[in-house]
């Protein structure tokens, strides 16, 4: 039976900013949430005609993709020093430097580190899944003690591998940033209070109030050897033990 | 309305740069290198440019980069370990076609060598350095005033062809003054718009600057595309300097400081009765090739003298093609040539 869509109203779709692209992220991965929120606080404030993402090396290589706005691909782990570099050629231009915890808490510590410390007035979102994704699953600094890797196979053991870093942490003690905060997306609240941190990240950069970060707890069903389902329900129950979600830092 | 000061090599390449309409500086400290730094630091917020004393040599690159990547002249520079350093960031770049410009005040290596001047760098400039087939266009100034012209020269050649650019000199250059008559500046406005550049997707579809893609047969076209570009560079850009090779028997081939020595040994050898003359590449890569194989149809024997332990000797028997003898002398670890050394070098082939 034909459909009458005369009468109907569009309550939701695919935000202006964000692109019709096919995906690259695997089912059940919460890149792809991620993606769609960035996209839609774009619209909300305005920015796609002045922004410019950073896109990784990593799982999000392909971040560029996703959004229309202006794009460059970065070297691993420097994301933040492009961001620099960008945001100091033309500060009227809202830089969003998107990163993986390899990239940012790993090969990428120093430039992480020092952009935060000097105030850049950019916007990190750090996702953290605790495993190498792209390259096919292996020990990440987030990476759990216990958890199974490709370079971990009998778990990580924190007196031969060190602890998984808690890296927001040691950014919030930093006297520059202004917002630092570590959210989820596991469920429905999760991802309005996702919405609202990346909202108010982008918003202190827009005001000029200097650097933010967001970490985002993901899933990897596709590494950890786990459905969707239970990938989910792992973030609810473990990761977010050992990466306790909420503020730190908001001196905005 | 030119000015005249008597000027370090340091400051000269700092202010040229400044004059060239570089909006942004980013660098870490490292001998001999250290005043340009530090005139950027005094000179840039004056004028309301950047300059940011990065974390690192890898922050100070990938913050040229971005800010290349955004559209404004940008620099960096160093010094043979910093430069080491540099290298994914200058492949990135090369790889991204973004125009900035790079400075080598090369020390003695390997390894973290010592302070003072050395061309042992020579490979790493001219042959890649970085990973992938890449080339960047190398200026190797051989007095200060030079040094400031090819630092301007620089920043128009990174523009009109979307590649790195990198200055090649050393530790005494850096140090040395002379006078310099430094050129009128130029107002970044006035400067040619970046329409490929990252300035917000305003009634445009979205810029995107990448040096990847996972296809094959796209990432081919890239490199292709690489490679005409170069190639248009060998064809118009080759820069190089005579002196006194009309009737010469023997040619000296030598860059940077150590040319500006040779000199001196040409004007010493004829007094001896030796038709010495010199060759000096100007841009090391690309290599003025054909031009010194001309030479070589007409001398006895081309004496390549470097300041290591035979790099631009290889370039130089390649287009010599034994054609002539190509006989070698070099220091090595900062020890700097002396006139003396040289003319007692060129002894052994003359007559």
């Known amino acids: ?252 | 309305m030119e000015e005249r000061k008597l000027m370090r090599g340091n400051e000269v390449i700092a202010e040229a740069a400044i004059r060239a309409g570089c909006q942004c500086y980013f660098a870490y400290p490292i001998t001999p290198q250290a005043e340009l730094l530090e005139h950027m630091a005094k000179n840039m917020p004056r004028l309301g440019r950047t300059f940011v004393q990065a974390e690192s040599e890898l922050g100070a690159i990938n913050m040229v980069y971005g800010a290349a990547a955004a559209g404004v002249r940008a620099m960096t520079s160093s010094s043979s370990p910093g430069i080491s350093l540099k290298q994914e960031g200058i492949s990135y770049i090369a790889g991204a076609n973004l125009p900035a410009v790079i400075v080598n005040m090369m020390r003695g290596g390997p390894g973290l060598g010592d302070i003072a001047p050395a061309q042992g760098d020579y490979f790493q400039a001219t042959k890649g350095g970085g990973h992938g087939d890449y080339h960047m266009i190398v200026l190797a100034p051989s007095t200060v005033p030079e040094a400031g012209e090819l630092t301007m020269l620089a920043f128009d050649l990174a523009d009109k062809y979307r590649t790195p650019v990198m200055i090649l000199a050393d530790g005494m250059l850096g140090q040395m003054m002379e006078p310099v008559a430094l050129p009128d500046p130029i107002d970044p406005a006035s400067l040619p718009k970046k329409e490929w550049a990252l300035t917000g997707a305003k009634g445009r579809d979205p810029n995107i600057i990448l040096s990847f893609d996972l296809d094959p047969e796209v990432l081919k076209r890239m490199n292709l595309e690489l490679q005409r570009k170069y190639h248009d560079i060998e064809q118009n850009e080759l820069r190089y300097e005579e002196y006194q090779t009309d009737d010469a028997d023997i040619v000296i081939a030598a860059y940077g400081t150590v040319a500006r020595i040779a000199k001196t040994v040409v004007r010493m050898a004829r007094a001896d009765g030796i038709k010495l003359g010199l060759f000096r590449p100007i841009t090391l890569w690309p290599f003025p090739y054909d031009k010194l194989r001309t030479v070589a149809d007409r001398v006895d024997t081309i004496l390549t003298v470097e300041m290591s332990a035979g790099q631009m000797w290889e370039d130089v028997r390649l287009a010599v093609a034994e054609r002539a003898h190509t006989p070698f002398y070099g220091e090595m670890g900062g020890v700097v040539t002396t006139p003396n050394k040289i003319l007692s070098e060129v002894k052994k082939y003359a007559g």
């Open chain 1, 1 to 252: 039976m034909p459909v009458n869509t005369e009468n109907m109203i569009k309550v939701f779709g695919r935000p202006k900013s964000m692109t019709d692209v096919r995906s690259t992220y695997c089912p059940g991965c919460h890149h792809g949430i991620l993606t769609r929120i960035i996209a839609q606080t774009i619209d909300e404030l305005g920015i796609a005609d002045r922004t410019v993402t950073i896109a990784p090396v990593g799982c999000a290589v392909f971040a560029y993709l996703w959004y229309k706005c202006d794009a460059v691909q970065a070297s691993h782990g420097r994301a933040s020093a492009v961001a620099t570099g960008i945001k100091r050629a033309n500060p009227k231009l809202i830089v969003l430097s998107y990163q993986g915890d390899g990239d940012f808490a790993s090969i990428g510590t120093a430039e992480s580190i020092h952009a935060a410390n000097r105030g850049e007035n950019i916007t990190v979102i750090f996702v953290n899944n605790q495993v190498y994704g792209m390259t096919g699953g292996e020990m990440a600094p987030t990476t759990l003690i216990g958890q199974r890797t490709t370079t971990t196979p009998a778990g990580r053991d924190p007196g031969y591998f060190g602890y998984p870093i808690r890296f927001s942490e040691l950014i919030a003690t930093l006297d520059a940033p202004v917002y630092v905060t570590r959210q989820a997306l596991y469920d429905t609240r999760r991802i309005m209070d996702a919405e609202k941190a990346i909202k108010k990240a982008f918003t202190y950069q827009v005001e000029g109030k200097g650097y933010s970060l967001v970490e985002v707890l993901s899933t990897c069903p596709t590494n950890w050897h786990m459905s969707p389902v239970d990938a989910n329900r792992h973030v609810t129950e473990v990761v977010t033990k050992a990466f306790p979600l909420g503020d730190m830092v908001d001196r905005g």
